[in-house]
């Protein structure tokens, strides 16, 4: 099902209002809002609370006589006075999560990809996160750069996370059907390897939907239903340009090399996507390799990706059968 937008009560977006108390759901009406109050009031209240402690937090650091803001960008983490207010961005950004509505999953975006600017070397976890909000807001080309950057760039021995002259998050319009060698048999973060898998079954279906195009003799266009709008990765010049046959029979085997280090990583892991139960609700606070802990921790960050995008789930179960 696609994540709702614009109005929170009738999906409305042409002269919407933002709600004052958390500054995220949108509202057509004062009609609407106060419809709307009774189930939006406890997430209100919370991400209210949130970012108001946090604003206060940036007060005080504005206000210290060397600004922190004019010589700590990029290493904030490094500087004691930061800390309590880079947590109440994390937190604010968490907080969101209970309203499922595609501005506030932009919001946490946001504040996810400053937090990596404010301290580039994410001493939070920001980066684990990030990949599925992409995902679920179609912006799938962003999603896969950003893989990319931390899968190559990001884990060079010599890179200096203190200096910001250096390149950082600057891979742009990868091409995402190359191969997969870049993330398999590496030391890849368990988020990031499953979301690497969804983009590549992603970039999957729209081939498949672009090739029934090409045999449509009544030269109408189909693209799969991928959510509330198309994914970014269908303008990639790479897609465009390509034998979609040969690029299918590539991307499937990609996906099962994908799926078998994702195994190897954490074997409790798709399972648990095909089935998530009670794993969806479990906040494990640390975890080891191969652990269920982790497997928790990455399906909580990852598993609303997966549910949004329609058959994706029911690639990996082929995948699973030895059927893909």
Not at 111 to 120: A, E, H, K
Not at 127 to 149: G, N, T
Request: hydrophobic share 35%.
């Amino acid at each position: 099902m696609p994540l709702p937008s614009g109005c929170g009560v009738c999906g409305k977006d042409d002269r919407v209002l933002r709600c004052s108390g958390c500054r995220v759901m949108l509202y057509c009406s004062v009609e609407h809002q106060t419809a709307h109050r009774r189930k939006h009031k406890s997430a209100c209240s919370a991400i209210r609370r949130c970012r108001i402690t946090m604003e206060n937090e940036e007060r005080v650091l504005r206000d210290h006589p060397d600004n922190i803001f004019t010589y700590g960008i990029g290493h904030f983490w490094k500087i004691h006075e930061t800390r309590p207010y880079m947590r109440y961005r994390a937190a604010l950004s968490d907080t969101m999560t209970a309203v499922n509505h595609v501005e506030s999953l932009q919001k946490q975006l946001n504040i996810l990809i400053d937090n990596l600017y404010l301290s580039r070397g994410d001493n939070m976890g920001s980066r684990d996160v990030i990949p599925s909000l992409m995902i679920r807001l179609q912006q799938d080309q962003e999603c896969y750069d950003f893989l990319k950057w931390w899968a190559t760039t990001g884990q060079q021995d010599d890179y200096d996370w203190g200096n910001n002259t250096l390149p950082y998050l600057d891979v742009r319009n990868a091409n995402p059907l190359e191969p997969v060698d870049i993330f398999c048999g590496r030391w890849i973060d368990l988020p990031h390897l499953v979301a690497v898998t969804l983009v590549k079954v992603k970039v999957l279906q729209v081939l498949q939907g672009l090739l029934e195009d090409m045999g449509r003799p009544d030269g109408m266009t189909h693209m799969p239903e991928l959510g509330f709008c198309p994914s970014t990765i269908s303008n990639n010049p790479n897609i465009i340009t390509c034998d979609k046959r040969v690029e299918i029979g590539r991307l499937k085997a990609q996906i099962r090399a994908l799926y078998n280090d994702v195994h190897k990583l954490n074997a409790h892991f798709w399972p648990a996507l095909m089935n998530p139960g009670k794993h969806l609700d479990a906040k494990p606070m640390r975890f080891s390799v191969g652990s269920v802990e982790q497997m928790q921790m990455a399906l909580n960050f990852t598993y609303e990706a997966w549910d949004e995008a329609p058959g994706a789930i029911a690639i990996i179960k082929k995948c699973s059968e030895g059927k893909l």
